[in-house]
């Protein structure tokens, strides 16, 4: 159980291009999705925390209109990069909450590695 | 001071040995204590979950939270190379906004 399917799981995309990525729980229902960035050798950097039906919170720092999150469903939340740019090329890593009876317990997805060119 | 300490290692281990992990926080309000292994590349992979202060057994490893030190341990028994991965701690004050508090992670490798 408790499994998350995050896809694609690498993306090449030109500069200037956007890019989405799909983050679901598949086996649970999770009103709590929340969205990493990772750099390599690094610990996870929290980018969003994303609430079914409402507009997600943005960590300190993170572009919102750069990073568009939406969380349409209790078992589908993703994540578009709009226009993407070199700098943006990362190992970006959903998770899911479960809620109630697993109290803070996240479960993570893949990770998509995005390389924009 | 981080929230969480964790040392990064890299540590290296002959197969057989037997694995500590740590980490110290600062946050006494934390009461829900997770680690994760991650493989290169992959997601982060739920290991153990502690509530509160304890010990926690699940095959061959074990996770202790001793929270009057501020202090959580994952032990790794007979360890394996197909152990070798970062093992990232992770807590949490069981807040509204469910947030994780990551450690830098510890990189793992057991030696055939």
């Known amino acids: 159980g408790a499994v998350v399917s995050q896809h694609p799981s690498w993306v090449i995309c030109k500069s200037g291009t956007s890019v989405k990525i799909e983050c679901r729980s598949l086996?649970?229902?999770?009103?709590?999705m929340f969205w990493y960035r990772q750099f390599p050798k690094q610990s996870l950097m929290l980018m969003a925390t994303s609430n079914e039906g409402s507009k997600a919170t943005y960590e300190q720092g993170v572009e919102k209109d750069k990073f568009l999150i939406n969380h349409a469903s209790l078992t589908l939340s993703t994540l578009t990069v709009t226009s993407a740019h070199p700098e943006d090329s990362s190992f970006y890593i959903c998770?899911?909450?479960?809620?109630?009876?697993?109290?803070?317990?996240?479960?993570f997805g893949a990770g998509t590695r995005l390389s924009v060119l | 001071q981080k929230e969480v300490e964790q040392d990064p290692g890299p540590l290296s281990v002959p197969e057989g040995a037997i694995v500590s992990l740590n980490c110290t926080y600062s946050?006494?309000?934390?009461?829900?204590f997770m680690w994760y292994r991650q493989y290169s590349r992959k997601g982060p992979e739920l290991l153990m979950y502690t509530y509160s202060s304890g010990n926690k057994e699940d095959g061959r490893f074990t996770a202790q939270v001793d929270k009057s030190s501020k202090y959580i341990s994952l032990f790794i028994r007979d360890s394996q190379p197909s152990d070798s991965a970062t093992y990232l701690c992770?807590?949490?004050?069981?807040?509204?906004?469910?947030?994780?508090?990551f450690g830098t992670g510890t990189l793992l490798a057991v030696q055939p």
């Open positions: 946050n006494s309000a934390f009461q829900y």
């Open positions: 998770s899911a909450d479960p809620g109630q009876g697993a109290k803070n317990i996240q479960y």
């Open positions: 086996d649970f229902q999770a009103t709590t």
């Open positions: 992770a807590m949490s004050n069981g807040g509204a906004t469910n947030k994780l508090i």
